[in-house]
């Protein structure tokens, strides 16, 4: 019997805590671990500018299509590194490309927004940002999914890359995606003529990393199925409105918004199929203003998620048929006034590619071998969760959908602080916090560490055989 996950990660990290250091004595047979003395060096000389980088990222947080401030931020490092840099790409996107010779071309792509979440952390450099966003709702903004962490990721190995240009052949490509929240970014990039457009090199590799609250240091490596499907779907049920004590005067949007939040749920207990992976959540409920006045119209916004291109047909037809039926059964026989369908943002399910998985494991464990030391606390690389399979979702993979021959990888990083996770799981806690609550921290020695991944992954594939 599999352990479970929360007993997976617990053992892994007595295995963290309880490892030592160790030195490469053997030549590695990988380009990029045969480079980890020098990708070291370099990122040990950048590792204080690129926290700086990281925090003044995380105190100026941006909504989705409204990173402005950020898009700049990547778009001057990669320009002052000499890379062809493309900005404006599905609203905020920025792409820099790096040709250097024959070669595989290598993508690494990195979201750049944040969370409408109030911050909680008490940290120095915490985001105390509130703005309007793109629908008129006033909102905090902060990074609680790492987003931050990711994009100088991606400006971190920017660096190495171009420094090391001598050791790699290829095509180097970058991707500061906007909007990955919505699940409209990846999308807004593709509908936007990425690759017809705006010339962008279609990949060979495609490579994405995510922050995870396990320990720095350890990496969740899947091959096949990493996530699920994803849909944001808003649904708006249509009445007359009235008065608040004569509702027989009115036909009331609320109520029936109310009883679809309830007969929802039955798609997924009822119609979806119980051995694949099925979440329907209602995020928000709007309508009206005042106590006394029954509105014209009651939204939901739902996220769905699943497994399979059938069950995702099997929720969104379900969505659809319990509306309309809600709204016949209070008496709406005008189809002008049928509830309204608009279907938002979509992510596909992220399958990892078997065979690169199994190399980057390779590379990793090799790369292992040298040890980095990082504010005097040691970092031992490459410990990983294998076939760690999580219900969230991410556009990613929409940057190289329908294009053929990519191998793609997903790959989860952890970022919290050994001894935060120790202390929850001492406690009997799986994690100390989890993605997109208000205390979310990214451990700031991750921020090397995650650098030093992708330099690793990327050297592997574009680096020039050693003599």
């Known amino acids: 019997m599999r352990p479970s996950k929360a007993g997976k990660l617990a053992m892994l990290a007595a295995i963290y805590l309880a490892s030592t250091p160790t030195v490469a004595s053997a030549q590695?047979?990988?380009?990029?671990?045969?480079?980890?003395?020098?990708?070291?060096?370099?990122?040990?000389?950048?590792?204080?500018?690129?926290?700086?980088?990281?925090?003044?990222?995380?105190?100026?947080?941006?909504?989705?299509?409204?990173?402005?401030?950020?898009?700049?931020?990547?778009?001057?490092?990669?320009?002052?590194?000499?890379?062809e840099v493309k900005t404006g790409i599905g609203i905020t996107g920025v792409v820099g490309i790096m040709e250097n010779g024959e070669g595989p071309t290598f993508m690494f792509r990195a979201d750049m927004d944040a969370n409408a979440v109030q911050e909680a952390t008490g940290l120095p450099y915490a985001s105390t940002q509130r703005v309007t966003n793109l629908s008129g709702v006033e909102t905090y903004v902060a990074h609680m999914c790492?987003?931050?962490?990711?994009?100088?990721?991606?400006?971190?190995?920017?660096?190495?890359?171009?420094?090391?240009?001598?050791?790699?052949?290829?095509?180097?490509?970058?991707?500061?995606?906007?909007?990955?929240?919505?699940?409209?970014?990846?999308?807004?990039?593709?509908?936007?003529?990425?690759?017809?457009?705006?010339?962008?090199?279609?990949?060979?590799?495609?490579?994405?990393?995510?922050?995870?609250?396990?320990?720095?240091?350890?990496?969740?490596?899947?091959?096949?199925?990493?996530?699920?499907g994803t849909d944001h779907i808003d649904v708006t049920f249509h009445g007359s409105g009235g008065h608040g004590s004569s509702p027989h005067h009115?036909?009331?949007?609320?109520?029936?918004?109310?009883?679809?939040?309830?007969?929802?749920?039955?798609?997924?207990?009822?119609?979806?199929?119980?051995?694949?992976?099925?979440?329907?959540?209602?995020?928000?409920?709007?309508?009206?203003?005042?106590?006394?006045?029954?509105?014209?119209?009651?939204?939901?916004?739902?996220?769905?998620?699943?497994?399979?291109?059938?069950?995702?047909?099997?929720?969104?037809?379900?969505?659809?048929?319990?509306s309309r039926n809600i709204a016949l059964s209070y008496g709406i026989d005008d189809e002008a006034m049928m509830p309204t369908i608009f279907e938002k943002g979509y992510a596909p399910v992220i399958f990892n590619d078997a065979e690169w998985m199994d190399r980057i494991r390779q590379v990793l464990s090799e790369a292992k071998a040298?040890?980095?030391?990082?504010?005097?606390?040691?970092?031992?690389?490459?410990?990983?969760?294998?076939?760690?399979?999580?219900?969230?979702?991410?556009?990613?993979?929409?940057?190289?959908?329908?294009?053929?021959?990519?191998?793609?990888?997903?790959?989860?990083?952890?970022?919290?602080?050994?001894?935060?996770?120790?202390?929850?799981?001492?406690?009997?806690?799986e994690f100390p916090f989890f993605v997109h609550e208000p205390n979310y921290v990214v451990d700031l020695d991750a921020i090397p560490w995650g650098t030093r991944l992708a330099s690793v992954i990327a050297l592997d594939v574009l680096g020039k055989p050693t003599e």
Do not use: C
């Open 370 to 429: 040298v040890d980095e030391i990082v504010n005097e606390r040691r970092v031992v690389e490459g410990v990983a969760i294998d076939d760690l399979q999580v219900p969230g979702s991410d556009d990613a993979f929409l940057l190289i959908d329908g294009l053929e021959g990519v191998k793609g990888a997903y790959i989860g990083v952890g970022t919290a602080d050994p001894e935060v996770v120790a202390k929850a799981h001492a406690e009997g806690k």
């Open 146 to 228: 790492g987003h931050d962490a990711h994009t100088t990721w991606l400006i971190g190995p920017a660096r190495t890359m171009a420094e090391l240009k001598d050791r790699w052949s290829g095509t180097l490509v970058l991707i500061a995606q906007p909007a990955e929240e919505p699940v409209e970014g990846a999308k807004a990039m593709r509908d936007d003529g990425l690759y017809e457009t705006h010339a962008v090199p279609k990949p060979d590799y495609f490579l994405t990393f995510h922050t995870a609250p396990f320990s720095t240091g350890m990496v969740a490596l899947t091959s096949g199925r990493m996530n699920t």
């Open 250 to 322: 009115a036909t009331d949007p609320v109520i029936m918004a109310g009883m679809a939040i309830v007969q929802y749920q039955t798609i997924v207990s009822r119609m979806a199929d119980q051995t694949e992976t099925s979440v329907l959540t209602v995020g928000s409920v709007q309508a009206g203003v005042d106590n006394n006045v029954i509105p014209t119209e009651a939204e939901l916004k739902l996220k769905l998620h699943y497994t399979t291109p059938e069950l995702r047909e099997v929720m969104v037809s379900g969505i659809e048929r319990i």
């Open 28 to 83: 590695s047979s990988s380009e990029g671990a045969a480079l980890v003395p020098e990708i070291n060096q370099i990122i040990e000389a950048d590792s204080a500018r690129l926290k700086d980088i990281f925090k003044d990222i995380h105190q100026h947080a941006e909504l989705g299509f409204m990173e402005t401030r950020t898009a700049g931020i990547v778009a001057a490092e990669l320009e002052a590194l000499g890379f």
